[in-house]
């Protein structure tokens, strides 16, 4: 990490902002081409989880190359300063490097799709999601629906905590901040 002061190693603030950022993306190496795609996840028992169709480039690339990357990113704010340099960002970001695979298990599967569900549409539906569901959906292009896990083997983390009373809003402007800095 090139600006060490920015680390992250709390693994408890790690895991949960893992456990609320809502987009994450997943990166694979196809030959020598990078393939980035965004995703729905859930941080579950130290390991991602994502669903998908069991077809495509995606599934095609992890056959063939299991390591991945997998980044998730939020930005709380730009905070403003006379010095156009020194305009910065509140964020944190985590990236794990590690090893996809197709979750075979269909009790592990079904739990970490009750996970996703519990955490995109939370209470939504009376009862907990069926193994029978899991097993035999199709999509409307008659794929069959696949969930992977991602093991991380390295969890790096960075963070820049936001300063409310530099935050960027509409109407602000260089001349509020210029008569508050002298």
């Known amino acids: 990490m090139r ?23 997943l990166g694979v190496a196809d030959g020598l081409e990078p393939y980035v795609v965004p995703l729905n996840f859930v941080w579950w ?35 403003v300063h006379p010095v156009p340099a020194k305009t910065d960002t509140g964020y944190m970001s985590v990236m794990l490097f590690g090893t996809a ?13 009750q996970q996703l569900l519990n955490k995109y549409v939370p209470g939504y539906f009376f009862a907990p999601l069926s193994k029978h569901h899991v097993e035999t959906y199709r999509s409307s292009m008659g ?23 530099k935050v960027f809003y509409a109407g602000r402007k260089v001349t509020d901040d210029i008569v508050k800095e002298k």
């Not at 693994?11 to 987009?23: D, P, R, V």
């Not at 028992?45 to 939020?74: D, I, P, Q, W």
């Open 3 to 25: 600006r060490p002061m920015l680390a992250c190693t709390d693994e408890t603030k790690i895991s949960a902002f893992l456990s609320t950022a809502m987009t994450g993306y």
């Open 45 to 79: 028992n130290g390991a991602v989880y994502v669903h998908g169709a069991e077809e495509g480039r995606k599934m095609e690339v992890l056959k063939r190359n299991a390591r991945v990357c997998f980044t998730v990113s939020e930005h709380f704010g730009t905070m």
């Open 101 to 113: 695979e197709i979750v075979t298990d269909l009790d592990e599967a079904t739990e970490a799709m």
């Open 143 to 165: 794929s069959r629906t696949v969930v992977l896990k991602i093991t991380p083997h390295t969890i790096t983390a960075k963070e820049k905590p936001l300063n409310e009373e």
